[in-house]
């Protein structure tokens, strides 16, 4: 089995600041692992994930999250923040092996002000 | 455009209601999820398929029921619905072949007085 601990429920941060929302997991086998973002009033949707290969993985709107094995994280950044990036996000982890089900963290509000 | 729709964006029901929730799928996969979603609590999985006709409890199932007669159709059921169901329900299903990435509806809010 798997668990996603989400460090914390909301980081205030102003606009142009850069940001980083703090993912760990859990797992006793190889891991898929993936960011889901919430914006206000929406559904779920995929943000970015790491499969194989290159540990560092980047979305199309600037956020990108580093697999880092031996310290069981899957960190998300952005350099610069903007209000539009205010929503609640999502790490999600899942064994790497035939169909498994999706273990989610409790999310991180980013709340990002002018 | 692949999508996941349920059969309401908002629903209110009252104390000891049938109540069901209706996902549908066009990805054509076999694998569909029911998730509730609460403050602080995230994504909870309440009960996933595999396949038509079959089931699995997933971490919170008591008081919920499912149904999957067609492959696209997947239903949640709440036999008696109760206050402490209020909450936020999401469907998925996994997008093609891409390694349990999911896919989400829009989510029905359910409100139970």
């Known amino acids: 089995a798997q668990s996603v601990t989400q460090l914390d429920s909301q980081v205030p941060v102003f606009e142009e600041a850069p940001v980083e929302l703090r993912c760990n997991y859990s797992s006793s086998v190889s891991v898929y692992l993936f960011w889901y973002v919430q914006y206000p009033n929406q559904g779920l949707q995929l943000l970015l994930k790491y499969l194989s290969g290159s540990t560092l993985v980047e979305s199309i709107n600037g956020f990108e999250a580093e697999f880092n094995k031996s310290q069981t994280s899957f960190h998300l950044r952005k350099p610069s923040v903007h209000i539009s990036d205010t929503a609640e996000y999502f790490c999600?982890?899942?064994?790497?092996?035939?169909?498994?089900?999706?273990?989610f963290g409790k999310g991180t509000m980013l709340l990002v002000s002018p | 455009d692949v999508k996941v729709t349920q059969s309401s964006r908002y629903l209110v029901k009252r104390t000891g209601e049938k109540v069901f929730l209706e996902c549908v799928q066009d990805?054509?996969?076999?694998?569909m999820f029911w998730y509730r979603q609460d403050p602080g609590l995230g994504l909870r999985l309440i009960y996933f398929?595999?396949?038509?006709?079959?089931?699995e409890k997933g971490d919170i199932p008591e008081g919920y029921s499912v149904s999957r007669e067609k492959k696209e159709r997947f239903s949640l059921i709440l036999e008696s619905a109760s206050t402490n169901q209020t909450s936020m329900y999401l469907c998925?299903?996994?997008?093609?072949?891409?390694?349990?990435?999911?896919?989400f509806g829009p989510g029905t809010r359910l409100t139970v007085l």
């Open positions: 999600a982890v899942t064994a790497n092996s035939g169909y498994s089900t999706l273990t």
């Open positions: 398929s595999y396949d038509v006709k079959m089931k």
């Open positions: 998925a299903t996994i997008q093609g072949s891409s390694y349990n990435e999911q896919f």
């Open positions: 990805m054509d996969h076999e694998n």
